[in-house]
């Protein structure tokens, strides 16, 4: 029993050191190395005759502490895709009307599967919010990243007819597994 006693006694200190280096370690890798993503979304519209003009402004800040890249696809890929949607932009608008006569009682208005939401004629069904940042001598793709602290302002202007409409905004970085981003707003046309 007295051997188990000196073992513990020999052990602890290095067992103490240890395991506060690991703590050490881990705080600094989340803190150093995790992408952080503010996604802030305003909009603005007015009446254009009969229509209604939606000037949608969206503002992405690195609240992380490493540097945050979109990612780059080929002109036939796709940033993301599953059996719900695929999405050929980094950084992407999509906007849906909310047909109110499809509506029966109250519902969830789930982004992918609610008959209610409809796309919407004449306007892309996604929208490519990084268009600024193509780059001719790299094959057409999208080159953009944002330093920690950065503030990017992208917008998106869009006549449509009065009614209630769904936006969503999403951002894919480098690693489409982690470093992804979305947003939904709703807004509403009179």
Same mark, same amino acid.
């Given at each position: 029993?007295?051997?188990?006693?000196?073992?513990?006694?020999?052990?602890?200190?290095?067992?103490?050191?240890?395991?506060?280096?690991?703590?050490?370690?881990?705080?600094?890798?989340?803190?150093?190395?995790?992408?952080?993503?503010?996604?802030?979304?305003?909009?603005?519209?007015?009446?254009?005759?009969?229509?209604?003009?939606?000037?949608?402004?969206?503002?992405?800040?690195?609240?992380?502490?490493?540097?945050?890249?979109?990612?780059?696809?080929?002109?036939?890929?796709?940033?993301?895709?599953?059996?719900? @949607?695929?999405?050929?932009?980094?950084?992407?608008?999509?906007?849906?009307?909310?047909?109110?006569?499809?509506?029966?009682?109250?519902?969830?208005?789930?982004?992918?599967?609610?008959?209610?939401?409809?796309?919407?004629?004449?306007?892309?069904?996604?929208?490519?919010?990084?268009?600024?940042?193509?780059?001719?001598?790299?094959?057409?793709?999208?080159?953009?990243?944002?330093?920690?602290?950065?503030?990017?302002?992208?917008?998106?202007?869009?006549?449509?007819?009065?009614?209630?409409?769904?936006?969503?905004?999403?951002?894919?970085?480098?690693?489409?597994? @982690?470093?992804?981003?979305?947003?939904?707003?709703?807004?509403?046309? @009179?």
């Amino acid at each position: 029993m007295n051997w188990l006693v000196e073992i513990f006694k020999n052990i602890s200190p290095y067992a103490v050191i240890a395991g506060g280096l690991w703590v050490l370690y881990n705080y600094w890798r989340g803190r150093a190395f995790e992408k952080k993503l503010l996604l802030d979304v305003r909009t603005l519209s007015k009446v254009l005759a009969e229509l209604r003009i939606l000037f949608v402004e969206v503002q992405l800040t690195n609240a992380g502490k490493g540097k945050l890249e979109a990612r780059r696809v080929g002109p036939n890929d796709y940033v993301y895709k599953d059996e719900f @949607e695929q999405l050929k932009y980094s950084c992407s608008l999509q906007i849906r009307r909310i047909n109110v006569t499809k509506l029966v009682g109250e519902t969830y208005l789930d982004w992918y599967k609610c008959s209610a939401l409809e796309s919407v004629a004449d306007i892309p069904t996604e929208i490519n919010l990084l268009d600024d940042y193509v780059v001719p001598d790299e094959n057409n793709e999208i080159v953009f990243w944002m330093e920690p602290g950065d503030i990017v302002q992208l917008s998106a202007p869009l006549v449509l007819q009065a009614g209630h409409y769904l936006l969503k905004i999403s951002f894919y970085g480098t690693n489409p597994n @982690e470093d992804f981003w979305s947003r939904l707003v709703y807004v509403q046309l @009179e």
